[in-house]
């Protein structure tokens, strides 16, 4: 069975701390995202890799950087957590599609991050 | 960029009754898209996902979508709602240059007794 595994379901760290959200999966996959879920909002693309050590920026990668030293796993990093990232953070991974083919995107189950 | 809208935060429907959630999308070349459900306080699953094989697909859980150029529709339906289908439904393009993929902003999905 296919897996996307996220660190953590629940973290509370305060105003200011360094926090790392982890996530592996285990389908090889070249491509994996970070999201973040707010209600209304939808999800919205932080960061995004397509390969060891490649990242790309996202919709809103401000107070975020991200860490992909192997292909398995992603990291998000909060260099300074404040209390309005306070959310559910999602990672996900794909395989390469690149307008050849449509291949889905697999979800881990979610880090609800309060910051307080 | 590409980019999808779903009409609707949310949606209520009587169990038994219809479900219809809307999705359109802009695209000036052929679009990849998918839908995905959220069940409370987990990931995204892959419902459905649309392979130009054939404009209408059929996914999990008695769901389908139609593809409409026309339209540049890919409204998700299922002829008879059950009380499990209660979940939030998120509708999502493939960037084909870079396999970015864009969500709409969700329907929630309510499932009256």
């Known amino acids: 069975d296919v897996k996307v595994t996220q660190s953590s379901r629940y973290l509370v760290k305060r105003t200011g701390e360094k926090v790392f959200l982890e996530c592996v999966q285990d389908?090889?996959?070249?491509?994996m995202f970070w999201y973040r879920q707010d209600p209304g909002l939808g999800l919205r693309l932080i960061y995004f890799?397509?390969?060891?050590?490649?990242?790309e920026k996202g919709d809103i990668p401000e107070g975020y950087s991200v860490s992909r030293e192997k292909k398995e796993r992603f990291s998000l990093i909060l260099e300074s957590a404040s209390t309005n990232q306070t959310s559910m953070y999602l990672c996900?991974?794909?395989?390469?599609?690149?307008?050849?083919?449509?291949?889905?995107?697999?979800f881990g189950q979610g880090t609800r991050l309060t910051v307080v | 960029a590409q980019s999808v809208t779903q009409l609707g935060s949310h949606v209520s429907v009587s169990e038994g009754a219809l479900v219809l959630l809307r999705c359109n999308y802009s695209?000036?070349?052929?679009?990849?898209l998918f839908w995905y459900v959220q069940y409370p306080n987990q990931g995204l699953q892959l419902l459905l996902k649309?392979?130009?094989?054939?404009?209408l697909v059929k996914g999990i859980n008695g769901f389908e979508a139609e593809f409409k150029k026309s339209e540049t529709s890919f409204h998700l339906t299922k002829p008879s709602a059950h009380m499990s289908d209660a979940a939030e439904y998120f509708c999502?393009?493939?960037?084909?240059?870079?396999?970015?993929?864009?969500f709409g902003k969700g329907t929630r999905l309510h499932i009256l007794p």
């Open positions: 999502a393009v493939t960037q084909n240059r870079d396999d970015k993929i864009i």
């Open positions: 649309y392979t130009s094989a054939a404009t």
């Open positions: 389908m090889d996959h070249e491509n």
């Open positions: 996900a991974s794909s395989s390469i599609g690149r307008g050849r083919t449509n291949t889905e995107a697999f």
């Open positions: 695209s000036s070349v052929p679009p990849y």
């Open positions: 890799s397509y390969d060891v050590k490649m990242k």
